[in-house]
Structure formats: C-alpha cells, structure tokens
C-alpha cells in the first residue's frame, strides 16, 4: 500500500487561503468517506482537524475545511495566520489488508 | 479530560522483543477502537495496526504484519503492542491514538505523547 501523495510544501501569506492536496486511489480516498487531516506542530503529537472528508472536530476553527473529488481530497486554510505554520497529513481507509494509509505529509509555510 | 500515556519503549537489538503499553483514562475505553501510529525521525506518519472495541476486528500495516502483536484489556483500560523481530526501520516514535468510533475506521482524535523504540545493536 503506497503512502496517499501531498505536496511537500505549500506557502502563503497571512490572510491568504491555501489548499492541500491528498491523491489516492479509488481503493481508498476514492472509494471512501473516511478521510481524515492532522496536524502537527514541531515535537508535538498530532492533532485532528478534519474527518469523514470535512467534518470539524469540536474546538478546531472554521478556517479549516475538507472536501474530496474523485480520488483526491484537499485541506483549506482560509485566513492563514501564523499558527498555521505546522506539518499536514491526510489519511484514508483503505479497503487493502492495511487498513489505513497516510498521505507523504505537507509543510506548511506561513510568509 | 482523555489521556494516553504509552509506555515501554527503549534501545533494544535487532531481532529481539519490545512490549509497548498504553494507559487510557478520561474516556469509556471499551467504547472505541485503538490504534499504533508510528514515526521515524524526521519522517511521516505510519500507521501500525488498530483494534476494535471488543478485539473482534484488527489490522496490521504489511510493514509489521507477522511480527507485531496488538491487543488490549478492557478491565485494564489499556493498549498493548507487542514487537518481535525487531528492525532498524522500527526505530520511531509509537503513538497510542484513540479512534471516533467502535470499529477499526480509523480516525483519531486523540493521541498520547509517543514513547520512542530504538532498534540498533
């Protein structure tokens, strides 16, 4: 099972929107709405900010928002502010023997 | 307030055995499924395996599959991994993480500190 592709980086400034990319396949982003986005910060463990696609945790700000497209989900920032600066991973089901999959991992940078 | 707190980790050899805990508090354990998500040093996340609510359910990563050993004790309210066989490329940081719900879907919306396993000889 291959790890879900992100881009390595993305930048904006702050009050920009950015979005993250997550690609799959049909055997798991594709195919399921069980993908999720964390993030983490240097030394920190990670903290969920999106699953089921675009369902918001209690406490994670409205400036975070999850949809998917065929085979490929996204993460958009609105209103980036310099917390935001942090380490993104997407995450699937999979309907392989390896029930999940992680995406390559996406570093956020805030100008 | 949830709380995940692993322990068990260190510098063990290649080949040898390592058994990780995790002792969850603040939450009805036995209502959600658990998982292991690991990470190298200055790499990604990698799930591990996960387990259902009840045992019924668990998967592994193909990385561990055959050498690695969830399970977990609803008395006990507690996570267990137990590691045989061990790699250099085990060498990472383990993360006990808490699912949404019963079953092996993962989510997870909660996560310890991790507790670091060191494979070298």
């Known amino acids: 099972q291959s790890a879900l592709t992100q881009p390595a980086s993305v930048s904006g400034s702050p009050g920009q929107s950015i979005t993250i990319s997550c690609t799959g396949t049909?055997?798991?982003?594709?195919?399921?709405?069980?993908v999720s986005w964390y993030q983490q910060h240097p030394g920190k463990a990670p903290k969920l900010m999106i699953y089921?696609?675009?369902n918001r945790p209690s406490g994670v700000s409205n400036r975070f928002s999850g949809s998917k497209s065929g085979n490929t989900a996204s993460l958009t920032i609105s209103g980036l502010q310099a917390e935001d600066e942090a380490d993104y991973y997407c995450?699937?089901?999979?309907?392989?023997?390896?029930?999940?999959?992680f995406g390559t991992g996406t570093k956020v940078t805030v100008l | 307030e949830v709380q995940l707190v692993e322990s068990g980790g260190g510098l063990v050899q290649p080949g040898r055995s390592l058994r990780l805990s995790c002792a969850a508090s603040?939450?009805?354990?036995?209502?959600?499924?658990m998982h292991w998500v690991r990470q190298a040093p200055g790499k990604g996340l990698e799930w591990v395996s996960g387990?259902?609510?009840?045992?019924?359910?668990?998967g592994y990563a193909d990385s561990v599959k055959g050498r690695f050993t969830i399970s977990r004790d609803n008395a006990k309210n507690s996570l267990y991994l137990q590691m045989n066989s061990l790699r250099a490329e085990d060498t990472a940081l383990y993360y006990c993480?808490?699912?949404?719900?019963?079953?092996?879907?993962?989510?997870?919306?909660?996560w310890g500190q991790g507790t670091l396993v060191t494979v070298s000889s």
């Open positions: 995450s699937s089901y999979t309907s392989s023997s390896t029930l999940n999959v």
């Open positions: 603040g939450f009805t354990f036995d209502d959600y499924a």
């Open positions: 049909s055997s798991d982003v594709g195919g399921y709405n069980y």
């Open positions: 089921d696609v675009s």
């Open positions: 387990i259902s609510w009840n045992s019924g359910s668990i």
């Open positions: 993480a808490k699912d949404l719900v019963s079953e092996v879907i993962p989510s997870f919306d909660y």
